[in-house]
């Protein structure tokens, strides 16, 4: 690990909720350029949140306003990941914070990501533009052991969606739930459910119940990123829009809600913004300052 005299400061932010207890939290380090990425797992796995962000110097080319366009990398306590919404969310209230709102460009793993962020009345919301997404079916044998690891039974699904791999950056098993009782009772086999997600490349796996017409409930476990369940998961939003517009669940021109960690004890509330004639997903929330 980098000695503590040249260790970056390592701030605390929540995405998804104005409210510090509420949303997922993040770490968020503004200038890694002295961190490889042993210091950078290190970190993530010493905070212990669902996935913390590390910013460095852009590459040539990117575009966007001087000082304000950043190469961006995500890492859970086990592993990086391509992409990770909340952590993004939660980079861009943190640099508001510092340089004001505006404009935000990322160059992630997954591809360029576009960011806006706003103030309101004292509030930050941010806007991620994902990576371009595509949709793709499962397998019914893996399906089958996804589902025997959530100890979900197959008449608990709704037929109305079908589960899909979804990507807009990363990749997501989408699964809809009958009832909102079935999406509240979540335990599932750990280390089985891993080793499915790890073949499948995995990010998390978004159980889904619809409410209404644009308002969903959401769960995402994330044992591949070493915790339980991730709280608020803008990755898989951006991913489930997609879905769901593919699938025609929702018009091409449409506004999505969606709650997640209410069953954690952390609500949160992710935007999910589709656009006709736009092949993009558009995903925002509030973030603010851990304490």
């Known amino acids: 690990m980098t000695t503590n005299a040249l260790r970056p400061e390592v701030l605390r932010y929540t995405a998804f909720s104005s409210a510090p207890d509420g949303g997922n939290p993040a770490g968020v380090v503004l200038d890694a350029t002295a961190l490889d990425d042993s210091d950078m797992l290190a970190i993530a796995g010493d905070l212990g949140y669902s996935e913390s962000a590390f910013l460095t110097a852009p590459p040539e080319g990117l575009g966007g306003q001087e000082g304000r366009v950043y ?5 859970s306590p086990k592993a990086e990941v391509p992409f990770c919404g909340h952590a993004t969310i939660a980079t ?4 508001a914070e510092r340089i004001g709102p505006g404009d935000l460009v990322f160059a992630t793993r997954a591809g360029t990501v576009p960011v806006e962020v706003a103030e309101e009345d004292g509030t930050v919301r ?3 533009t994902s990576v371009e997404p595509h949709i793709k079916e499962i397998a019914d044998a893996d399906l089958t052991e996804g589902l025997a690891a959530l100890g979900w039974p197959a008449a608990d699904l709704d ?3 079908p589960p899909r791999i979804a990507f807009a950056g990363a990749r997501h098993l989408v699964i809809g739930a009958a009832t909102r009782a079935r999406l509240a009772d979540l335990a599932y086999d750990f280390a089985r459910l891993e080793a499915l997600m790890h073949r499948l490349d995995l990010t998390t796996v978004q159980l889904v119940w619809r409410e209404s017409a644009t308002v969903f409930h959401v769960r995402d476990p994330f044992p591949v990123g070493g915790v339980v369940e991730d709280p608020a998961t803008g990755a898989a939003a951006a991913a489930f829009g997609a879905y769901a517009r593919e699938l025609g669940l929702v018009p091409e021109d449409a506004v999505l809600t969606l709650h997640q960690g209410e069953d954690l004890g ?7 913004t589709l656009r006709a004639g736009d092949p993009r997903v558009h995903v925002s929330g509030t973030g603010t300052r851990i304490s």
């Open 159 to 161: 037929p109305a969606f």
């Open 266 to 272: 952390r609500p949160g509330e992710l935007t999910v």
């Open 92 to 95: 861009a209230v943190a640099l």
């Open 71 to 75: 190469s961006i990398r995500y890492f």
């Open 126 to 128: 941010a806007t991620l």
